[in-house]
């Protein structure tokens, strides 16, 4: 069986131009980086602005598990099969992190047959936005830093500098430090700590920007410190702005690249899933949604977390609206849900699947009742996976009115997902847009919109906040950031913000520990549980099986 990167080198790839004149961009509209990836203009946006938009296909899944399910395989697959049904289709995905490449996960370009490509680039160093994210947010750092060393302008309290560093690799060690020690030539010695790129709100901002006017305005807006007497200090304050625009000028820009079978997808943006909205560029979606009938966009993590927020947050702020959710599901994963260990998961077991199945209709009955978007389930098939075990899936999923689709895209690619293709444009040709519906409204106070997505989607009876919690939600709501949506921190693998209460828990109280705001991006953080924001590697990283040969070729990624 050929691995992942060994399908991907045998793939015979359209050079970046043809790629591009399927989608009727000119050259004069892309600049090419290497003959497979490129970067479009910053004209094409504005360019198209006035074009129709095709139908915004949203993948989404069960809460992940120790199985897997394979969500960015089904969308890729699925933007093949829909041009195998003669469709005019794209891919609309975010980039992969460093840090999950090299540490447990591996990358994010899909599997099998079904991957998106240049693999090996798309994975490392792509084209420099990662790099250019980093820049920028170590950049504000400096200027903070640089600013309490220069007579301190601001009056920032340098024990409240809320801006952390930032690298794209998993390090735990760096995730508290103390810096500038050596004495006052080396500026002030505080307490520090850095993020991994993904986590920074540089990316969170850039990814909900618009323009590089508007991208310049929310930098502006960044909190970074607050001062002696308690007042928010912000990266327009210290007038870093400019200065990390123009780091930010070029990743603006959605990549262009495309899948195995050459259907043209736009990498770009890769926000964390649990501490910002899980999903790529507003500029990328937007622009695809003008250039194709069809566009399969993915949002990270199970839908309580990937889905809710590109609802409430990105689709809230970019007026988008899906025609149809897709809802990712393998019998392996609800089984796993189920209570069945990890070694036992290829045998059949109807009992436990049908309580994992709990998952799968919880968020079913949230796409359908509370979004008022119509889903499909992908049921990512495994050759364990038994006729009877279907056949309870498809009942269940039909208790909610939803239909189920087999997929083998990942030993097929575009042809092992036709069925999947046709019962997601079928739901879509029936999608009512004055259906669609946010979890909450927007003049709802932020407390209680984190009630409402905890009670609503989650399925808690009840949310705790701490005082150092409620203060914050006051103190946010006096300084103007009331009408923001909020983005929920809190674990991927459970509804719950217990990762070991699988299935569909029900009667928790949801506890939220702290608040912070990213004005940048334009969303209230809200945590819950312990999320990292710098992960560590593990035991056995990713990293030592990945290698190059004397001739450069890159082995190990998966």
């Known amino acids: 069986m050929l691995s992942d990167i060994e399908i991907a080198k045998q793939a015979k790839m359209l050079k970046i131009g043809e790629v591009a004149a399927k989608l009727g961009i000119s050259e004069d509209e892309y600049e090419p980086y290497g003959h497979y990836k490129a970067k479009l203009s910053e004209s094409l946006y504005a360019k198209t602005k006035n074009d129709p938009d095709g139908k915004l296909i949203l993948v989404t899944a069960i809460n992940p598990t120790p199985a897997g399910e394979g969500k960015t395989t089904i969308s890729v697959g699925l933007a093949e099969s829909m041009n195998k049904i003669g469709k005019k289709a794209m891919l609309a995905l975010r980039e992969p992190s460093l840090g999950p490449v090299f540490g447990i996960k591996g990358g994010a370009a899909g599997g099998g047959y079904a991957q998106v490509i240049p693999m090996e680039d798309i994975n490392l160093h792509f084209t420099g936005d990662m790099h250019a994210i980093t820049a920028a947010n170590n950049l504000i750092a400096a200027m903070v830093d640089n600013s309490i060393q220069q007579g301190n302008p601001c009056r920032i309290d340098p024990r409240r500098v809320t801006w952390k560093r930032c690298m794209d690799m998993n390090d735990r060690q760096l995730r508290s430090v103390i810096d500038g020690l050596g004495g006052k030539p080396n500026g002030t010695p505080r307490e520090d700590g850095f993020d991994i790129t993904t986590a920074s709100e540089i990316m969170a901002t850039l990814c909900l920007a618009s323009s590089i006017a508007d991208l310049k305005a929310r930098i502006a807006r960044i909190v970074v410190a607050r001062t002696y007497d308690d007042q928010p200090v912000t990266a327009g304050d210290i007038h870093a702005q400019g200065a990390a625009a123009a780091l930010l000028k070029d990743a603006l820009r959605p990549n262009l690249v495309q899948t195995l079978i050459g259907t043209p997808a736009f990498v770009h943006g890769g926000p964390f899933a649990n501490i910002a909205h899980g999903c790529n560029t507003v500029i990328a979606t937007q622009t695809a949604l003008r250039l194709a009938d069809v566009v399969v966009t993915e949002a990270g993590f199970g839908a309580d977390l990937g889905a809710e927020k590109f609802i409430d947050i990105k689709c809230r702020m970019a007026n988008l609206v899906p025609s149809a959710v897709v809802l990712v599901a393998t019998v392996r994963a609800l089984k796993s849900h189920g209570g069945v260990a990890k070694a ?203 290698d190059v040969t004397d001739d450069g070729k890159i082995t190990g990624l998966f």
């Open 344 to 546: 036992e998961l290829g045998e059949e077991n109807l009992e436990a699947l049908e309580r994992g199945l709990s998952n799968l209709r919880r968020h079913l009955r949230n796409i359908r009742e509370v979004w008022g978007l119509r889903p499909v389930v992908a049921l990512n098939r495994f050759t364990s996976d038994t006729d009877a075990e279907i056949e309870l899936v498809r009942r269940a999923a039909a208790e909610t009115g939803a239909k189920v689709a087999l997929c083998e895209v990942w030993a097929k690619g575009g042809e092992g997902g036709r069925e999947l293709a046709k019962l997601v444009m079928e739901e879509a040709s029936h999608a009512d847009p004055a259906a669609f519906t946010f979890t909450y409204p927007d003049d709802m106070p932020l407390a209680d919109k984190i009630r409402a997505v905890a009670t609503r989607i989650y399925g808690a009876k009840n949310v705790s906040f701490t005082p150092a919690a409620m203060k914050t939600l006051k103190q946010l709501t006096d300084e103007g950031c009331g009408r923001m949506p909020v983005c929920i921190a809190k674990t991927q693998y459970s509804f719950s913000d217990d990762p070991k209460k699988l299935g569909a828990p029900e009667g928790f109280t949801l506890t939220i520990r702290s608040v912070r705001v990213s004005a940048g991006a334009g969303f209230v953080v809200a945590l819950s549980g312990d999320i990292m924001t710098m992960p560590g590697l593990p035991k056995v990283p990713a990293a030592v099986n990945i």
